[in-house]
């Protein structure tokens, strides 16, 4: 029977697919090769942060070293109180000794060297009594007792060579439960650790950078209040409770807590900046280089001049400088230190806050559409 004209005919049938060659495909059932497991071990964003924490490493092992392995005593601010024709006599040849280690004037009396050492304008002070065979050196074991005795033994040395005896008066002695003087550092690298470690978790738990302004005040304030927490915890800890650091609790927490919000907001900062790269960034700056040019182990006139030059500017050696002069020095000489941390927890705050704003979410319209 013939097909009519008008009816469709058959449609060829499609041409087979190819069989696949057994030969160029992976056999899912084989185990992977030991490069293909690398790779997926090993990202590149993987290495570059190795690479940073190894970088991290070395730094943090060559600024500590570096900084402490050979104290010497430099540019020391030092007075001296003597009858006008000995006191001249002496400055003079301080300020030729070698290697420059003090900064010698003279000074009108004992009562003023004492209240000089005090207000931290100098460190020590030699009070020369001509009628006798033995001279008083006046030092603060509070700001420092590495300093103290690396006083002693420079002006003991200078005085046995001229036969004369020396006798040692700390004016400003650290606490019994202070032994070694380094509480006041320790506290404040406290403070500064839980800064940074808050900020860094406020930024794993969303994301480095706020999605806008209302999320960066939020961290902010979050973090403010970690600061009075944290700030009130420390001076309690070091005070009342272990009775580590004599001083005001007032007062100390209210340093505290500039010094968490400061080191925390700098951070926050940081990372609106770097991404989770400014965490890196913010250990890189508090604690590879801001720990060993505190004034802790060694105050600064004993350590090398980048970390003395570099320490007064970052919040641990500010806080350091405050708490001690908090706790030994009746609160003298705080205001610069103190601007130095409020200028960080400003700048800190601002750079947030901005970046914050300029950050807008994507447009998810084309990818709802």
Known sequence: MTQPADSPRPSPAPDPAPAPDPTSAPDPSSPPSFL???RDGVTPRATLLVVGVLALQLLFIASYVGALHHPKLRDVPFGVVAPRAAAEQTVTRL???????????????????????LDREIDGALLIDPARTTDTLLVASGGGRSLAGALAALVG?????????????????????????LTSFYLVVGWCVGGYLCASALAMSAGARPTNLRRGVIRLAALA???VL?????AVIAGPVLGALPGSVAALWGLGTLVVFAVGAATLALQCVFGIAGIGVAVLLVVVAGNPSAGGALP???????WAAIGPALPPGAGVWVARSIAYFE?????????????????????????????RKPDRRPAEA
């Open 230 to 234: 944290g700030g009130l915890g420390g």
């Open 225 to 227: 209040v970690f600061s």
């Open 36 to 38: 293909d497991e690398l």
């Open 95 to 117: 300020e030729r000794l070698p290697g420059e280690p003090l900064d010698p004037r003279t000074v009108a009396d004992a009562a003023a060297a004492r209240e000089r050492i």
């Open 157 to 181: 040395t200078l005085e046995q060579s001229e036969g004369r005896a020396l006798r040692t008066v700390d004016v400003a002695p650290a606490g019994l439960g202070d032994a070694n003087g």
């Open 300 to 306: 600064p006139p004993l350590l090398p001049p980048f």
């Open 331 to 359: 609160g003298n000489d705080t205001t610069v230190p103190l601007l130095v941390l409020s200028a960080w927890a400003t700048a800190g705050a601002a750079i947030t806050l901005v970046m914050a704003a300029l950050r």
